[in-house]
């Protein structure tokens, strides 16, 4: 009776448990974050206005593990930002992430994780990578300009900055005017070019 409960309940117990945390551990994983430096509204704009879409950085996601691994994407809220802090900062529009590719009418594949609804979890298989794409889907204000009129609103802001912001479990309406200096700081700049 002994051996019996030993065998059928007491090791696989541990076992669950064994595999449980050595799935937990992050041994073997690494996230390489690349951005775009330079944003140019020639290189993002398409017949005389800026595109529906544009990609400003991915994430390459490495698991040289034995096990699939998950990671979590954090909420990011692109602000135009100008240095000199003599305009306010404004969204520049919505970030997501996708695993697939940008058509050439500016649609993207099913594979989109919307970012500013709440954090995603993207799983990695075992030995395996992914890239995931961060896009800027630009604000409404921005989409029905043309090139110079873009340029005479929005010539004194001198970055994007991609604030990202930790998850909560209730809604969070975050805008970029309410965000201290620390944030802007801590964000990742893309500098804004006008030419």
Known sequence: MNLRIILGIIIPLV????LGIVGSLSIGFSVNKSYEKILDLEEVASE???????????????????L?????????????VDNENIK??????NIEYSEGDIEPFDKVDIYNYRSNAK?????????GEKTIKLLLYPSYMFQYKNLSQLRDEFSEYD??????????????????????QADFEKGVKIKLQFS
């Open 159 to 180: 970055s994007l900055v991609l604030v990202e912001k930790k998850s909560s479990p209730y809604y969070q309406n975050e805008y970029c005017y309410g965000f201290a």
């Open 119 to 127: 954090s995603r979890s993207i799983e990695v298989s075992a030995n």
């Open 88 to 93: 306010q900062p404004i969204e520049a529009g």
């Open 15 to 18: 076992l669950i448990l064994a």
């Open 68 to 80: 699939p691994k998950r990671y979590s994407t954090e909420t990011i809220i692109p602000c135009l």
């Open 48 to 66: 005389g206005q800026i595109r529906n879409v544009v990609e400003i950085g991915q994430y390459r996601l490495v698991n040289d593990y034995f």
